[in-house]
């Protein structure tokens, strides 16, 4: 049986997974390196004082989206690597949901690759969250109609 | 008419109160038969099931592809990931 996909994951993408996915994507032919991370902010269209997120997935298919993502990145942008993590479970206030790790020749397309991943998970990975407020109430995000922009992976 | 398996996550789970139900279901259909059939018999959750998507062996069916010999799809409401 192969392992679970590293993709999703519940640990915190503290210092220490920024490190890893750094080390991940190191490449002596790279002039850039870019890491991006999505962290939770304490409001969100017109909500105020949240603080924390609660993300759940169909993760089996989520990692197999975000994997069919990087690849045809990957295949359209000249990059020598790239790496994704994605939180489930609670994030706190001030902490990333998500980090992109690319390494590139040259750092344009380290920022296209990296901004491309982003969007596209955003409206294809089956991936919720739930707002979680100060006073203790909690709410799924309003989110949008998933889509995929790539034919390949459509039944 | 046959029974497949729908799986709901997130939003839907918890307005249904459950993550997983057996539907009868007309075959061949497409995607929005399904979400209709199942708007039918949730009325309460029809926008959401009609904003929603059909999820086959872990990829989205199209819109006008003809499902037939289904035996499990998931309902992927709106999504916020990221």
Not at chain 1, 55 to 67: C, G, P
Not at chain 2, 35 to 63: I, M, N, T, W
């Amino acid at each position: 049986m192969e392992p679970p996909s590293p993709i999703l994951t519940q640990a915190p993408l503290d210092a220490a997974a920024l490190a890893d996915l750094r080390r991940e994507v190191a490449d002596p032919a790279a002039g850039a390196v870019l890491v991006f991370e999505g962290t939770v902010r304490d409001h969100s269209d017109g909500i105020e004082d949240v603080i924390a997120l609660e993300y759940e997935a169909q993760a089996s298919m989520a990692a197999k989206i975000i994997a069919a993502i990087v690849a045809e990145t990957r295949a359209e942008i000249p990059v020598r690597k790239i790496a994704v993590r994605h939180r489930l479970g609670r994030v706190e206030l001030g902490e990333a949901t998500i980090v992109i790790a690319v390494s590139a020749g040259h750092r344009d397309e380290a920022y296209r690759a990296s901004r491309a991943i982003i969007d596209r998970i955003k409206h294809e990975a089956p991936i919720w969250k739930r707002e979680i407020l100060r006073n203790g109430t909690s709410a799924w995000s309003r989110g949008c109609v998933a889509h995929q922009e790539k034919s390949q992976n459509e039944k | 008419m046959p029974v497949i398996q729908v799986n709901y996550y997130a939003q839907l789970r918890e307005a249904l109160k459950t993550g997983s139900e057996e539907v009868s279901l007309d075959l061949p259909a497409r995607e929005r038969d399904i979400l209709e059939r199942l708007a039918q018999l949730h009325p309460r959750q029809k926008a959401l099931f009609l904003s929603s998507r059909v999820a086959v062996d872990e990829g989205y069916v199209g819109a006008n592809a003809m499902l037939d010999g289904l035996c499990r799809v998931d309902i992927i409401s709106p999504i916020s990931g990221g």
